[in-house]
């Protein structure tokens, strides 16, 4: 008898298993957790939960909008892995997320997404005596929640957030211990990152499931249509 094995989630095979009300689930907090949100949730609920977590322009993106081959790759990426999209402006790296948030909120996981700009944007203001949060405290949903997406990894120079690298690094270590899953998008390579950012980083993106995304900038082509659909959200 293994008692480690044992011991794992029937369903992720990683978190501790315990039995659920009906003795049917061996599975960990985490995967019953999901299991009964998904069960109790609403169609409205779901999309209020994407409204606060996308912005607009990308709230009505779905995974059926993508290439076909990529969608499949999506679906059956494996429940820790991590992921890395990239590619040149206006490929679609951004609504791809938002098509998987979409996916996965109504999969019944807790999502969070943040732009990367944005993150060095709070965490130098936490360094400020009249913030209310620590960095700490601002980091540590980052750290726990189901599933975490940051957008446009690389825009800044290293020399302006070289804390923010340092806090990055820190959060996709501790998801990666915790088999913990993040999906990342930017214009540079995994190797690019290296090179001009950080390697630890880089280290770690290194074993990501890496789709690169080519193709004209479709900005353009889009413009008309991704202005109808919202007009059908918003009216
Ligand atoms: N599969 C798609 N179906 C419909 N619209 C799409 C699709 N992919 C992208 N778009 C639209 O094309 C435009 C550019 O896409 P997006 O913003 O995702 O590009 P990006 O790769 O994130 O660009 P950047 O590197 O500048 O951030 C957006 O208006 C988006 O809504
Ligand atoms: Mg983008
Ligand atoms: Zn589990």
Not at 44 to 65: G, H, M, N, R, S
Not at 170 to 198: A, G
């Amino acid at each position: 008898m293994n008692i480690i094995l044992d011991n794992r989630c029937e369903n992720c095979g990683y978190g501790i298993k315990h039995t659920d009300g009906e003795g049917q689930r061996k599975w960990c907090f985490r995967c019953m957790t999901v299991y009964y949100r998904k069960q109790e949730l609403k169609p409205e609920q779901a999309e209020k939960t994407i409204i606060k977590l996308v912005e607009p322009k990308y709230t009505f993106a779905k995974l059926d909008d993508l290439d076909p081959g990529i969608k499949e790759q999506l679906i059956n990426l494996e429940q820790g892995r991590d992921l890395y999209i990239y590619g040149p402006v206006g490929v679609g790296k951004t609504f791809l997320m938002a098509a998987l948030l979409r996916h996965f909120i109504y999969e019944g996981f807790e999502c969070l997404r943040i732009n990367f700009d944005d993150l060095c944007v709070k965490i130098r203001s936490s360094f400020s005596p009249a913030s209310k949060e620590t960095e700490w405290e601002l980091i540590k949903p980052y750290k726990k929640v189901d599933k975490l997406f940051i957008d446009d990894l690389g825009l800044r120079s290293k020399e302006e957030s070289q804390f923010a690298y340092q806090t990055l690094y820190s959060t996709l270590n501790k998801r990666q211990e915790r088999i913990l899953p993040t999906y990342i998008c930017s214009n540079k390579t995994i190797n690019q990152i290296e090179q001009s950012f950080d390697s630890r980083i880089a280290s770690r993106l290194s074993t990501a499931l890496a789709i690169e995304l080519t193709g004209k900038d479709k900005r353009r082509e889009y413009q008309n249509e991704t202005i109808q659909k919202n007009k059908g959200v918003l009216e």
